[in-house]
T-cell receptor, first 114, second 111 residues
Framework: DSGVTQTPKHLITATGQRVTLRCSPRSGDLSVYWYQQSLDQGLQFLIQYYNGEERAKGNILERFSAQQFPDLHSELNLSSLELGDSALYFC?????????????FGEGSRLTVL | EDQVTQSPEALRLQEGESSSLNCSYTVSGLRGLFWYRQDPGKGPEFLFTLYSAGEEKEKERLKATLTKKESFLHITAPKPEDSATYLCAVILIQGAQKLVFGQGTRLTINP
């Protein structure tokens, strides 16, 4: 158990819909990262927050947005969903926000868009 | 373009049969290289950090090494519980401090 909690574990929805994925980082970790994992793309970095502020941005679509709240939990919002958005979405956390490679991953949220 | 390439894509070994997984990178400034293990349906689990050429790290049956162009994950006398996908990732000195992952090597150890 990494200490990172993600909900929901599974989500099935239709194209055009909007979903919210939630992440609670390990106790004491200030940084939260979101990754998307699909069969053909592997693990792709989406976005990083550190203590409530956006720190780094990856290949995140404009239809996707995220935020980190004062209690340090984070939410990833996916809107106008397309079939290609079906993937595993991982949240990870770390103590530092400065380019550490030692991340603690949650078990992921599996999104299926029909 | 910065790239991380892992080979082979998949590897099947008999229990006790040692081998190595490769991670090669073409990046313009390496801050660190990291190895993760991922079991099916789970999130990646951190294994090792390597910062400079010549560095080695060991954990049980696994040993990671780093050169200027690539890293190897050596698996000695593996057991079935070592079956997993092994991912390598890099962090670059310049630009966004994001972890860039390779596609992984899917390792299967047969009893």
């Amino acid at each position: 158990d990494s200490g990172v909690t993600q909900t929901p574990k599974h989500l099935i929805t239709a194209t055009g819909q909007r979903v919210t994925l939630r992440c609670s980082p390990r106790s004491g970790d200030l940084s939260v990262y979101w990754y998307q994992q699909s069969l053909d793309q592997g693990l792709q970095f989406l976005i990083q927050y550190y203590n409530g502020e956006e720190r780094a941005k990856g290949n995140i679509l404009e239809r996707f947005s995220a935020q980190q709240f004062p209690d340090l939990h984070s939410e990833l919002n996916l809107s106008s969903l397309e079939l290609g958005d079906s993937a595993l979405y991982f949240c990870a956390s770390s103590v530092s926000g400065r380019g550490t490679g030692e991340l603690f991953f949650g078990e992921g949220s599996r999104l299926t868009v029909l | 373009e910065d790239q991380v390439t892992q080979s082979p894509e998949a590897l099947r070994l008999q229990e006790g049969e040692s081998s190595s997984l490769n991670c090669s990178y073409t990046v313009s400034g390496l801050r660190g290289l990291f190895w993760y293990r991922q079991d099916p349906g789970k999130g990646p689990e951190f294994l090792f950090t390597l910062y400079s050429a010549g560095e080695e790290k060991e954990k049980e049956r696994l040993k990671a090494t780093l050169t200027k162009k690539e890293s190897f994950l050596h698996i000695t006398a593996p057991k079935p519980e070592d079956s997993a996908t092994y991912l390598c990732a890099v962090i670059l000195i310049q630009g966004a401090q994001k972890l860039v992952f390779g596609q992984g090597t899917r390792l299967t150890i047969n009893p």
